[in-house]
């Protein structure tokens, strides 16, 4: 603009270049994501059968086994977290939506913010000090909770965004009926945004299912298949962890296989989350 | 039969009042819960590192050695190794998020192109962290080690910028999605005023579009950060966790969050413990603070 007699075939080449550079380099990104796709799928593809899913690792330097105790164990502590984390994520995004100002509110909402950027390492230092070391040894439970409050600032978030778009008149004609508030909630406000806070829920397992920053200080891990969520427990990502820095070859195939499980149920919850968010026409 | 008729009229309204109070009791006790969470998270982390505060006072930022064998603690080389790898993945990550913000936002905001660029891009952040270190370890580390051998220094592989090469491509998607939004919400009347002067499209980018969202691109850049300095899988598996300064940048290294998940569990002294849990605490203080100033700036930026 400093120069304005610049000859305009210059300043439209000039326009088209950083038009094919913005393309390429935005286009560039995409690879990484296809490389790891596809080689972790070149990979993981034969490492998969009915033993890797049914049984559990060998030992060191015995080839086969499978990664059935990391299986069970990541079901269970998701399960365990999804089951601590949906009502209380539900309800704090009803709280924030019904009173949008407000102190309270605003320090929710702040601390919501808050925990949304907590390094996943240090919730699993604050874990083990709240849970692990009173209780006196690792369990499955402690790690739950771990995850439970990762998924709390994604569930909140989309309950009270989906919540927000519903328009007032519904609480209102509700109210004017003589229900009772939580009848207005629980029987209309949230059954109409349903999809919204489902997808809430769909995004935030997708999210936690991977994590292994805070089970290392937690759940920990088990070569043995277990079941009790007050002993240690095996996860999928802990599992690849630790196999992936160890130096044998047996278990980097263990790894590879169950990279692949996590990576394509992760993949997939995030897919369906998509296309329903998209069908019911919400923006998250 | 008179009586309990009235009895249950009168009964309803009154369990469903109390219904109603519970609920909204319960409602308020959770929204503070959050409160009670964040604050119980700080407090644990001070009253944990009060051990190392004291023994080990400011210095212990500045100390060069790590040596938990002889009780020598010094987060120097994990402040270094933190500090190198995030901005060094925030600068190669940059031109990437940024063209896919102006690409989605500004040349092809819809249409099936723009859809996958932008699905693959949000996938991009749904990847486990641990399968990018998994995928970093077998197939970039010898990529490095190649680029390396050629550049003529030790050819480790791990280290530095290996790790900022794997969170470079993980912390993409939250500069650009956000940057996205931003530039989709400068107004047309602005653009169209530039172009009615015969600006090119660069130019309309370059004076109108980025010059207005410069505060939205900034806050994007911040969360990116906050993300990175926090990574704590990816990077422990591929960055070589040698506790010394590293010399360069692909030499080994740690950073504050790899060390702690590495070396909490072995800590089998309170000093070593509590020097650890510090990192802990410098980590989630800075975090807290980016997250809260980039947040601040989007609310700013959403509500003009």
Redesign the interface.
């Given at each position: 603009?400093n120069k304005p007699n610049v000859n305009i075939k210059y300043?439209?080449g000039?326009?088209r270049v950083?038009?094919g550079?913005?393309?390429v380099?935005?286009?560039?990104?995409?690879l990484?994501?296809i490389?790891?796709i596809v080689?972790?799928f070149k990979e993981g593809i034969t490492k998969i059968n009915w033993t890797f899913l049914t049984a559990i690792p060998k030992p060191v330097g015995e080839i086969g086994g499978g990664i059935a105790n990391a299986l069970v164990g990541s079901i269970i502590i998701v399960a365990v977290a999804a089951i601590i984390a949906v009502p209380?994520g539900i309800?704090?995004g009803?709280?924030?939506s019904?009173?949008k100002r407000g102190r309270?509110?605003y320090?929710?909402r702040?601390?919501?913010?808050?925990?949304?950027?907590?390094?996943?390492?240090?919730?699993?230092?604050?874990m083990?000090?709240?849970l692990v070391k009173p209780l006196g040894g690792f369990s499955a439970w402690s790690g739950s909770v771990a995850l439970a409050?990762m998924m709390?600032p994604i569930l909140?978030r989309s309950t009270e965004e989906t919540l927000k778009l519903l328009p007032d008149t519904l609480k209102e004609a509700g109210l004017a009926l003589g229900l009772?508030?939580?009848?207005v909630?629980l029987r209309i406000i949230v059954p109409c945004g349903f999809s919204g806070i489902l997808s809430g829920v769909m995004l935030s397992v997708?999210?936690i299912?991977?994590?292994?920053?805070p089970l290392?200080?937690t759940a920990?891990g088990n070569s043995y298949t277990n079941t009790n969520i007050t002993r240690p427990m095996e996860s999928l990502?802990h599992l690849?962890?630790y196999y992936?820095?160890a130096p044998d070859d047996n278990w980097?195939n263990l790894?590879w296989g169950a990279?692949l499980i996590?990576?394509f149920s992760?993949?997939l919850l995030?897919?369906i989350t998509?296309i329903t968010t998209r069908r019911w026409n919400i923006q998250l | 039969m008179a009586e309990a008729k009235k009895e249950l009229k009168i009964s309803r309204p009154y369990g469903q009042i109390r219904w109603e109070n519970a609920f909204k009791r319960s409602l308020v006790i959770i929204a503070l819960l959050m409160v009670v969470v964040v604050a119980g998270i700080l407090l644990t982390l001070i009253i944990q590192s009060i051990p190392s505060l004291k023994s080990l006072g400011i210095k212990y930022l500045w100390g060069k050695t790590w040596d938990p064998i002889n009780n020598v603690y010094g987060a120097l080389p994990f402040l270094l190794g933190t500090l190198l790898t995030s901005f060094l993945a925030l600068i190669i990550s940059i031109p990437f998020s940024f063209s896919i913000a102006i690409y989605l936002g500004e040349y092809n905001p819809r249409g099936w192109l723009s859809n996958f660029l932008k699905n693959t891009v949000e996938l991009i952040a749904a990847v486990p962290s641990v399968i990018y270190g998994f995928w970093g370890i077998l197939v970039l580390v010898p990529i490095v080690q190649k680029l390396e051998i050629k550049l003529g220094v030790l050819p480790y592989g791990i280290g530095i910028f290996t790790a900022s090469l794997v969170l470079a491509i993980m912390i993409i998607p939250y500069a650009a999605s956000l940057g996205r939004e931003m530039i989709k919400m400068v107004p047309s009347p602005l653009k169209e005023g530039a172009y009615s002067l015969g600006a090119t499209r660069f130019e309309v980018i370059k004076n109108v579009i980025l010059p207005y969202t410069k505060s939205g691109l900034f806050a994007g850049v911040l969360l990116s950060l906050g993300r990175a300095l926090g990574e704590t899988m990816a990077v422990t598996m591929v960055i070589g966790n040698t506790s010394t300064i590293p010399t360069s940048l692909f030499a080994p290294g740690n950073t504050m969050a790899s060390v702690i998940a590495n070396e909490f569990n072995e800590a089998d002294h309170s000093l070593y413990w509590s020097a650890l849990v510090e990192l802990g605490l410098a980590l989630f203080l800075v975090t807290v603070v980016i997250n809260v100033i980039g947040k601040r700036i989007i609310k700013r930026f959403t509500n003009e």
């Open positions: 603009m300043r439209l000039k326009s950083f038009q550079l913005i393309l380099l935005a286009f560039v990104v995409t990484p994501l490389a790891i080689y972790i209380l309800m704090c009803i709280y924030l019904e009173n309270l509110a320090w929710s702040l601390c919501v913010d808050v925990l949304q950027g907590v390094p996943s390492i240090v919730i699993g230092i604050v083990y000090f709240w409050v709390l909140i009772p508030y939580h009848k909630i997708a999210r299912a991977g994590e292994t920053a290392l200080f920990f990502p690849i962890y992936a820095t980097h790894a990279s996590l990576l992760v993949l995030n897919i998509k | -």
